[in-house]
């Protein structure tokens, strides 16, 4: 198991080669985790303290030894409803103090680089709920967060979000769900999209190693690209 993809859920490097060792080879002593892991014996004893303190292990006393055990893999799933339902509990707070009125620019521009800033991108769409106008959709996009987009489609159609999409090039007619789609003929094929929704555009440069993107949250602007949009739009086929 690689504990890299348990560093993800929110442990820290060390507490995922514990957790990992401790699932790979059963309840153990300190002692063998420390060789089993190569981290110090003192450390185990630290690391198995905060994995206790999550609900993610536990020890038994045997001949005067600490034996640790792995708790049950679900408990992950119980600290995130956990950390949601804490999340939830503060939002409204949260968002009484973001909407009052301070010195907010009028226009804002944010840079994300990678697949977890693109995901912020795409939630933000969500978060606005009003149509989504994109050109150059593009199949790699699709390639690179196929998983993601089956859920960010599934969010999106059931908050009834429509979309408009103008693909640069595909291999075959797309369908998807509340959704209108055309296409432009493939000299004008590229990496970049352009993603309208409210007062917001979201420009990205889908590339398989670290996509990027600017998002430019302005109504003068959103406007301009909403009227170019319309332009592609007419010229597009289906």
């Given at each position: 198991?690689?504990?890299?993809?348990?560093?993800?859920?929110?442990?820290?490097?060390?507490?995922?080669?514990?957790?990992?060792?401790?699932?790979?080879?059963g309840?153990?002593?300190?002692?063998?985790?420390?060789?089993?892991?190569?981290?110090?014996?003192?450390a185990?004893?630290?690391?198995t303290?905060?994995?206790?303190?999550?609900?993610?292990?536990?020890?038994?006393?045997?001949?005067?030894?600490?034996?640790?055990q792995?708790?049950n893999?679900?408990?992950?799933?119980?600290?995130?409803?956990?950390?949601?339902?804490?999340?939830?509990?503060l939002?409204?707070?949260?968002?009484?103090?973001?909407?009052?009125?301070k010195?907010?620019?009028?226009?804002?521009?944010?840079?994300?680089k990678?697949?977890?800033?693109?995901?912020?991108?795409?939630?933000d769409?969500?978060?606005?709920?009003?149509?989504?106008?994109?050109?150059?959709?593009?199949?790699?996009?699709?390639?690179?967060m196929?998983?993601?987009?089956?859920?960010?489609d599934?969010?999106?159609?059931?908050a009834?979000?429509?979309?408009?999409?103008?693909?640069s090039k595909?291999?075959?007619k797309?369908?998807?769900?509340?959704?209108?789609?055309?296409?432009?003929?493939?000299?004008?094929?590229?990496?970049?999209?352009?993603?309208?929704?409210?007062?917001n555009?979201?420009?990205?440069?889908?590339k398989?190693?670290?996509?990027i993107?600017?998002?430019?949250?302005?109504?003068?602007?959103?406007?301009?690209?909403?009227?170019?949009?319309?332009?592609?739009?007419?010229?597009?086929?289906?």
């Open positions: 198991m690689d504990p890299l993809s348990l560093e993800k859920a929110g442990l820290t490097k060390n507490e995922s080669l514990v957790y990992s060792a401790l699932l790979e080879i309840p153990k002593t300190a002692s063998t985790l420390a060789r089993r892991t190569g981290l110090h014996r003192r185990v004893y630290d690391i303290e905060r994995l206790i303190k999550k609900g993610l292990a536990s020890y038994i006393i045997e001949n005067g030894k600490k034996i640790f792995a708790s893999p679900q408990r992950f799933m119980e600290i995130i409803k956990e950390k949601e339902e804490s999340i939830n509990k939002m409204p707070q949260m968002m009484d103090l973001f909407n009052q009125e010195d907010k620019p009028v226009q804002e521009t944010k840079f994300f990678g697949i977890e800033g693109l995901k912020s991108v795409f939630e769409q969500l978060a606005t709920k009003e149509e989504i106008l994109v050109i150059g959709a593009s199949e790699i996009a699709y390639e690179i196929d998983l993601y987009f089956h859920w960010f599934k969010k999106r159609i059931k009834k979000i429509k979309t408009k999409l103008i693909f595909t291999k075959k797309l369908k998807i769900g509340l959704s209108e789609i055309k296409y432009l003929p493939e000299k004008y094929s590229s990496n970049m999209a352009i993603n309208i929704y409210g007062d555009v979201a420009i990205i440069l889908w398989k190693e670290k996509p993107a600017i998002l430019i949250k302005d109504f003068e602007i959103a406007q301009a690209y909403k009227k170019h949009f319309d332009v592609m739009w007419k010229i597009s086929h289906k």
